[in-house]
């Protein structure tokens, strides 16, 4: 059992100690074991031994440099403390140097105030001048017064009263300069501008506007109306003595206002369908008037014409009137009267021919303006259920619709109503000629009977 667990103990050696010595130096035996064990100790010991020693011998190095960095720390601390120290005493400095310059300044720093306050207003109103467009970039200086901190000096306050002064003196010129004009398609051309002051720019017969974002002048995408424009070339002509012309007192605004005034395009357009249908009453109304006035007016003539030529009738109304007379000389009275009025019964309808439609047109167009308000209001109110009242560009289409079938409504029935009355009134007066000249022949024929 002894020499089983020896040999156990010896392996389970042999296999710890595999990695650290050959097969060949492996110990045989238990003894040899040992005497490795102690020699391989011993070793150890003195190598710890030797580590114990340089340790020591490091210790008071340690601790030397550990005593120096504690002073370093030391002396750190207390740098920081002064620099407190001196850091808390400049800022009592400058707080009474502060204080004492504004004694100083006295009643200067509310004058730089004003100066300050004075010159970034001018510099927002020299950016949007249309003197500006002139001389560009003459704006800067006046913006780099108004945010400076510190006082202006005496020649920087003087230039800012020169510029000034240029500014009125320019509002009161009208001037010529060679601009670059931008296009609505973003083309540019160099033109001559005409500066009115400080309020219009005129270019190429038109109204131009100088835009101070971007820095150009540009067209306008909509002029006023032909009168003002028309002003415009008249003005820019004229080389001596006055001229009316028409000024935006706004400087820009009131011309821009009007480029998002509505066309009639546009308005026409907001009338939707039954705008179109309205446009087309009118339009076939307008056709018949002008079909039955000189229809009329051939018809009038020739009944003119042939009042002065009794004896020879001829191819119009009051010639078959005449015609039917003499047929019927030698019938009475009341006879050649009821043939006289069957005669001019049978003229009529032609004479007043289509008239009613002008007339049935003029009914039927405010009523279709009506039927577009209900329409457009109709849309308006399902807009409001879909999506509320918080844009109300949503619901300016039904409006637009609900108020200009109204409009075009009116419009077309109120010149509507004037043809009719013209050609009723036209139609009239051939039929009341045909009345006369009937009665006429009447009354001689009963002379005749009765002589």
Not at 127 to 143: E, L, W
Not at 179 to 207: F, P, Q
Not at 352 to 372: N, Q, Y
Request: proline share 3%; net charge neutral.
């Amino acid at each position: 059992m002894k020499k089983f667990i020896s040999t156990a103990i010896v392996a389970a050696t042999l296999s710890l100690t595999a990695g650290m010595v050959s097969a060949a130096d492996a110990p045989k035996s238990i003894d040899q074991l040992l005497k490795q064990v102690q020699s391989e100790r011993a070793t150890a010991a003195k190598t710890n031994k030797n580590r114990e020693a340089e340790f020591r011998a490091e210790r008071g190095d340690k601790a030397a440099l550990l005593k120096r960095e504690k002073a370093a720390l030391a002396a750190e601390e207390q740098r920081g403390k002064d620099l407190t120290q001196a850091f808390a005493d400049n800022e009592r400095k400058i707080a009474q140097l502060e204080e004492d310059r504004k004694i100083a300044q006295g009643d200067l720093g509310e004058m730089f105030g004003v100066v300050k306050g004075e010159a970034g207003d001018f510099a927002g109103k020299l950016a949007s001048s249309n003197v500006t467009a002139q001389y560009p970039g003459r704006d800067k200086f006046i913006a780099e017064l108004g945010a400076r901190k510190e006082l202006p000096k005496i020649e920087e306050l003087e230039k800012f009263w020169e510029d000034q002064l240029f500014e009125m003196a320019e509002s009161g010129k009208v001037v010529t300069f060679d601009g670059s004009v931008t296009g609505l398609d973003g083309g540019v051309h160099n033109t001559t501008v005409t500066r009115v002051g400080a309020y219009n720019l005129l270019a190429d017969g038109k109204y131009v506007v100088y835009n101070a974002d971007l820095g150009l002048i540009q067209e306008l995408s909509q002029q006023p109306g032909g009168e003002q424009v028309s002003s415009v070339k008249n003005f820019t002509s004229t080389t001596s003595g006055y001229e009316k012309l028409f000024v935006d007192p706004a400087r820009g605004v009131l011309l821009s206002v009007f480029t998002q005034k509505a066309t009639i395009e546009e308005r026409i357009e907001a009338g939707g369908p039954i705008g179109y249908i309205i446009i087309g009453l009118l339009i076939l109304g307008a056709l018949i008037f002008i079909e039955r006035l000189i229809t009329l007016y051939l018809v009038g003539a020739k009944v003119k014409s042939q009042r002065k030529n009794l004896e020879e009738p001829g191819n119009n109304p009051l010639g078959r009137i005449l015609k039917t007379y003499q047929e019927n000389k030698d019938v009475d009275v009341e006879t050649l009267e009821l043939k006289l009025d069957e005669a001019i019964l049978k003229e009529t309808p032609a004479l007043e021919t289509r008239i009613s439609i002008i007339k049935v047109l003029a009914a039927i167009a405010p009523m279709m303006g009506l039927l577009g308000t209900v329409t457009g209001m109709i849309a308006t109110f399902q807009t409001i259920q879909l999506f509320g009242t918080g844009d109300p560009r949503l619901m300016a289409g039904g409006i637009s619709m609900a108020l200009m079938t109204t409009v075009q409504g009116l419009v077309a029935a109120l010149p509507l109503m004037l043809m009719h009355a013209i050609v009723i009134a036209r139609s009239k007066s051939v039929v009341q000629v045909l009345e006369e000249q009937s009665a006429g022949i009447v009354a001689a024929h009963a002379e005749k009977r009765n002589a």
